[in-house]
């Protein structure tokens, strides 16, 4: 973990792996030979297809790639640079040979399979939520904390929430720079994040009230989502939190290697296809202000400054979609905090949140 730097510290971006190669385990050598075996299951899925596109865009060196989906979709192609390649179904024996396995299919079949993938010798990168606060797994965000990778007892990475990383991509420069203490958020989140249902949802509800229709179908969410907002995300847990406000919470601190880290979260969602923002106050252990803010991001990787509003320049949604960075503005001193910054961050969750993230994972093998 990151350990906390003094105030006033020079900035360097982390440094990539640096891996003992005598103690490598089986897994990794396979996994670092030079095009590797590839497989991901939930490929038809709104991020295992996001997986695919990142895959090309990043060139990463596929020498095979195995696209694992339900039952439903075996035999349907899917193209991967020229070639179209057929799903298969997921199952115990399908990751012979599999050098990195890709699991963005839902946290039940990751708890299902991603142990045998693991036995059958493949890297697992997992995106759902099914290990990533076990303490043999390592919850990974490559710009953060890349060294966390490097132990896995179990052979299995996990991919934090989506709304964890975007937050942790916005406030780790700052942490490195002045000490994070606590945080209070909002986030907007999109309706991709419940993955191709809620894409779905949101298109069908503004279709049928465009025509006037009033037969909304409520599937995904308890509320109409269209020209509505719904502040919950996922199910109530104890104190009246969700399940996501608590990610924030237990991953922030995971990732950060902050255990007394305070965070108070209050998640929503919104009628936007894709990118999630986060609103956030952060308390620091040293003072904070504007300028060292904006000096803190300067140069970090996958995270840029927008911040000009007098021109109204700020990020949003759409300027995020599809992107690979994200985006922060409204950087301004809070006003009920000491030493304390508020400020906006954008990121697109299927892309950084959640694909983008996991193949980074799969670069630092
Ligand atoms: P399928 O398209 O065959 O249902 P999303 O979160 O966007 O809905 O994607 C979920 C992914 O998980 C899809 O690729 C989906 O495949 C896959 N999936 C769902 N149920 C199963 C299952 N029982 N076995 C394997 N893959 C599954």
Redesign the pocket.
């Known amino acids: 973990m990151d350990p906390l730097r003094p105030p006033g510290d020079n900035f360097s971006p982390p440094a990539r792996l640096r891996l003992d190669t005598q103690a490598l385990s089986t897994n990794t050598q396979r996994a670092m030979s030079s095009s590797a075996h590839v497989a991901i ?8 297809q996001e997986i695919i596109k990142c895959l090309e865009e990043r060139d990463f060196p596929v020498g095979k790639l195995t696209l ?3 039952a ?2 075996a035999g349907r192609k899917l193209r991967f640079r020229d070639s179209e390649i057929e799903v298969r ?2 199952t115990q024996d399908s990751f012979k040979g599999v050098d990195i396995a890709l699991f ?3 946290g039940s ?1 990751s708890l299902e399979y991603a142990p045998s993938a693991a036995s059958a010798g493949a890297v697992v990168v997992d995106n759902s939520s099914a290990f990533r606060m076990d303490p043999e797994v390592p919850l990974v965000v490559p710009e953060v904390n890349p060294e966390a990778a490097e132990a896995r007892p179990r052979g299995i990475i996990a991919n934090p929430n989506c709304t964890t990383i975007i937050t942790m991509m916005g406030l780790y420069p700052l942490h490195r720079k002045f000490g994070l203490k606590s945080i209070i958020a909002s986030s907007y989140q999109a309706v991709s994040g419940s ?3 809620g894409i779905t949802e949101l298109r069908n509800q503004v279709s049928a009230l465009s025509d006037d229709r009033t037969d909304i179908e409520k599937r995904v969410y308890p509320h109409q989502i269209a020209f509505n907002v719904i502040p919950q995300v996922d199910q109530f847990l104890e104190g009246g939190y969700t399940r996501e406000e608590l990610k924030m919470l237990n991953e922030g601190r995971k990732i950060l290697g902050l255990p007394g880290l305070k965070v108070t979260c209050t998640c929503v969602r919104v009628p936007v296809y894709r990118s999630h923002s986060v609103s956030v106050t952060a308390q620091f252990e040293s003072p904070a202000s504007v300028a060292e803010a904006h000096s803190a991001y300067h140069g970090y990787p996958g995270i840029r400054v927008v911040d000009d509003p007098g021109n109204a320049l700020y990020p949003t949604p759409l300027d995020t979609t599809e992107k690979d960075d994200c985006l922060v503005g409204r950087i301004r001193e809070d006003m009920v905090l000491e030493s304390a910054l508020a400020l906006w961050i954008v990121g697109d969750q299927v892309k950084k949140g959640a694909a983008l993230n996991a193949v980074q994972i799969a670069e630092l093998l």
Not at 41 to 48: D, H, I, K, N, P
């Open positions: 299951a939930g490929a038809t899925g709104a991020v295992g694992l989906a339900s439903r979709s179904e997921l963005s299919a839902g079949l993955g191709q249902a």
